[in-house]
C-alpha cells in the first residue's frame, strides 16, 4: 500500500508544462523493430496526432479522449507516447487494456518494452527487468511514482488490478459487451479512475466495426465529433478529406485525385504534406467527451495514399461483403451497415452452371455434418482467392453409432481423394474423433458462435493450443461460425465470377431444398442488458447445407496452415523395459 499512497500523493503534485506532443519530440525514439521510420519522433510528420496526444497532457483539463480511425496513421505510436509520457513526466498509476490478456503480451513485448528501451529517460525510470522479482514484466511496469498494469478487457482480475489516474483503452470494439456477468469491460475500467477523477485522462481509441454495435462509434457520437479540416492548395477552403471526393479515371487507381467540394479542382496527392500541415481540428457538434475522427485518407506521404485507398476499394468491390467491410472499417475508419435481408435462394437456383470438362482446383474438401440417422457432406473444389466450385452432396444414411455409415464415409472419401475433410464433431463427439485420429487429411471441428471469434484460430494460437494435449489424442478445430456464416452469405450475393465467386452445377442434388437450406439463416440485431448485439437465426427448420459450407471453408483454410504438429505434452511415466517386445518398432 505504501507504493500506491506514494504514487496517489505523487498524482496530486502540479506537473512541469510540457505536453506530450512537445516529450515526443524531444525524448521519443523510434527504435527499428517496431517502426518503419527508425529515430526519432516528429510530430510534424503526422501533425493531425499533435492536438490528440496533447489532449493527453497533466496540463490540459480533458479527462476522455475517444479517437474513432482507419489504420497507418500512427495511432499506435501515439498512444505509446501517452505511456511513455505518463512513466517519465507526470508519474502516476496507469491501467493499459487491450482486447485479451494474450494481445496484451503481444503488445507489451514486441512495441511497448522496444519502446521503454529505446528512450533512456524512461528506461531509467523503469524497474530493470533482470530480477525475479524486479516489477518489471509482461504485465507490469513499476516506476517511481506510479505502476503501469497491462491486461487483456477479457480478465476480470486485471481489470479490478489497482486505482488509475491514466487509462489507456485500445481497440474497444474487440471487447466483449459483457465480461463474466459483471458487465461491461469498458465500464468496470472506468471504475479504477474514480479515485483520480480531478486529473484522470482516458484515452479509448479504435477502428470500428459494425453499425450500431460499434462502442468506439457510440463514445464518438456522444463527443464534440472533431474533423481534420485541410485547405485547398488553390482556393484555401478548408474541408475535410471525404472518401466520396476521390475521383480516378477508367478503373486505373493511380489516378487517383482528391476534388475540391468548393472551387472543383482536382488536387493531386503531393499536395497532401502541404495541407496537412496547415490543417486543423474542428469541433462538429456538442457532446461529453472530445472525440476525433480520421480516416486512412490523412496518412503521410509514403504510408498509405489515395491511390492505395483506391486500389484497395476496387479489390473489394470484387471481393464482396466481408472485404468491403474490412476497407470501410479500416480505411474509412466508419462502421459497416450489415444488409441484414435474407438472401433468395430462387436467384441462386437460376444461376447454376454447366461445368467445363477441365475444370481444376488447387485443392478439394469434403465437409460433414454428423446427425443422428445419417452424415451430410458436400464435395468442394477451391481455386485461387477462394473462388469455389460445389461438386457433389452426399446423404449417407444409417445409424452414426454404428460402424457401417462410417465404412460408407470412408469409401466415399478414397474415390473422391479430396486434400481435407472436416467433421462436425457437436454429435457422436468420440465417434468423430476415432475416424478422424485415423486419416491425417481430417479435422474434427466445433463450431463457436459468437462476434469477433475467427473462422479459425491464427497460427500461434493453433500451435499453442495443439501443444497444450496430454496425450497424442485428437483436439477438435474451434471454429468462428458467425464469422463463417457472414463470409459465406457475403459471397453468395457475389455476382462477379473471381475472388470468393461460388459456382453450382445443374444437377439434381443441388435443388430447391439445397438453397433453402444454404440461405436458411439471416443476421439481426438483438439486445441484451441494452446492448445491441448481433447473431445469426434460422428462418426454417433445416439448415445443413450452409453449416456444412461453413465447414467446408474452414477446411480450405486449415489446408493452408498444415504443418508438422507439435509434440504434444507428455505426462511422465515410469521407465519400463519389455524384454520380449522392446525391438519391435511395428508395436
Known amino acids: 500500500m505504501g507504493n500506491y499512497s506514494t504514487a496517489y500523493a505523487s498524482a496530486l503534485l502540479p506537473e512541469p508544462d510540457l505536453t506530450v506532443s512537445q516529450w515526443a519530440d524531444e525524448h521519443r525514439i523510434l527504435d527499428q523493430a517496431s517502426s518503419s521510420e527508425a529515430g526519432r519522433w516528429r510530430t510534424s510528420r503526422t501533425p493531425y496526432l499533435r492536438e490528440i496526444m496533447d489532449s493527453l497532457s497533466a496540463s490540459d483539463p480533458t479527462d476522455v479522449v475517444v479517437f474513432q480511425k482507419g489504420a497507418q496513421i500512427g495511432a499506435s505510436e501515439a498512444g505509446i507516447n501517452f505511456v511513455l509520457y505518463a512513466i ?10 487491450l482486447p485479451t490478456v494474450d494481445s496484451a503480451k503481444r503488445v507489451s513485448k514486441q512495441r511497448l518494452a522496444p519502446a521503454i528501451d529505446a528512450v533512456p529517460l524512461v528506461r531509467e525510470k523503469v524497474a530493470t527487468p533482470r530480477a525475479r522479482d524486479s516489477g518489471n514484466t509482461l504485465f507490469q511496469k513499476d516506476y517511481a511514482g506510479g505502476t503501469l498494469i497491462l491486461t487483456g478487457s477479457n480478465s476480470a482480475v486485471g481489470l479490478r488490478s489497482m486505482p488509475a489516474r491514466y487509462l489507456f483503452l485500445d481497440e474497444v470494439d474487440a471487447f466483449p459487451s459483457d465480461l463474466d456477468g459483471e458487465g461491461s469491460p469498458i465500464q468496470l475500467a472506468i471504475r479504477r479512475t474514480a479515485t483520480y477523477k480531478r486529473n484522470r485522462k482516458i484515452f479509448m481509441v479504435s477502428t470500428p466495426t459494425v453499425k450500431g454495435l460499434s462502442t468506439v462509434e457510440d463514445y464518438f457520437e456522444q463527443s464534440d465529433q472533431r474533423r481534420y479540416f485541410v485547405p485547398c492548395p488553390d482556393c484555401c477552403d478548408m474541408q475535410i478529406i471525404e472518401w466520396k471526393r476521390i475521383i480516378w479515371t477508367d478503373d486505373d487507381p493511380n489516378t487517383a485525385k ?12 503531393k499536395h497532401k504534406t502541404n495541407m496537412l500541415n496547415k490543417g486543423e481540428w474542428r469541433a462538429t457538434a456538442v457532446g461529453r467527451y472530445r472525440g476525433y475522427h480520421l480516416s486512412s485518407l490523412y496518412s503521410p506521404a509514403g504510408w498509405y495514399g489515395w491511390s492505395d485507398a483506391a486500389e484497395d476499394f ?78 457433389d452432396y452426399v446423404i449417407l444414411a444409417g445409424d452414426t453409432t454404428q460402424p457401417d455409415v462410417w465404412k460408407d464415409l470412408s469409401d466415399y472419401l478414397t474415390e473422391t481423394k479430396p486434400d481435407g475433410c472436416a467433421l462436425d464433431a457437436g454429435y457422436n463427439t468420440q465417434l468423430v474423433y476415432d475416424f478422424v485420429s485415423k486419416r491425417r487429411f481430417c479435422w474434427a471441428v466445433k463450431g463457436q ?31 468462428g461460425v458467425d464469422q463463417g456464416k457472414a463470409i459465406i452469405m457475403s459471397r453468395l450475393q457475389l455476382t462477379e465470377v473471381g475472388a470468393g465467386y461460388c459456382h453450382f452445377p445443374i444437377e439434381v442434388e443441388f435443388d430447391e431444398e439445397y438453397f433453402a437450406q444454404l440461405t436458411a439463416e439471416k443476421l439481426v440485431t438483438r439486445y441484451q442488458r441494452g446492448r445491441p448485439r448481433q447473431e445469426w437465426v434460422q428462418t426454417r427448420p433445416r439448415n445443413e447445407a450452409i453449416d456444412i459450407r461453413v465447414y467446408g471453408l474452414a477446411c480450405r483454410r486449415l489446408i493452408g496452415t498444415r504443418e508438422p504438429e507439435p509434440e504434444p505434452e507428455k505426462t511422465p511415466t515410469p521407465k519400463r523395459v519389455n524384454k520380449s517386445f522392446g525391438g519391435s518398432a511395428w508395436l
Open 449 to 479: 458462435a459468437g462476434s469477433g471469434i475467427p473462422l479459425i484460430q491464427d497460427r500461434i494460437k493453433r500451435l499453442q493450443r495443439l501443444r497444450k494435449r496430454k496425450q497424442q489424442t485428437v483436439t477438435p478445430e474451434p471454429l
Open 314 to 391: 476496387l479489390a473489394a468491390r470484387k471481393s464482396g461483403q466481408e472485404q468491403m467491410k474490412t476497407f470501410v472499417n479500416t480505411v474509412l475508419g466508419e462502421t459497416y451497415e450489415e444488409a441484414g435481408e435474407q438472401i433468395d435462394p430462387l436467384g441462386l437456383i437460376m444461376r447454376r452452371e454447366e461445368y467445363p470438362n477441365d475444370l481444376e482446383f488447387e485443392v478439394k474438401t469434403v465437409a460433414v455434418d454428423v446427425q443422428k440417422d445419417r452424415l451430410e457432406l458436400e464435395l468442394v473444389g477451391w481455386g485461387k482467392d477462394e473462388e469455389s466450385w460445389a461438386l
Open 88 to 97: 517519465s513526466h507526470a508519474p502516476a498509476p496507469m491501467l493499459y487494456v
Open 258 to 269: 482528391l476534388h475540391c467540394e468548393s472551387c472543383g479542382i482536382e488536387i493531386e496527392e
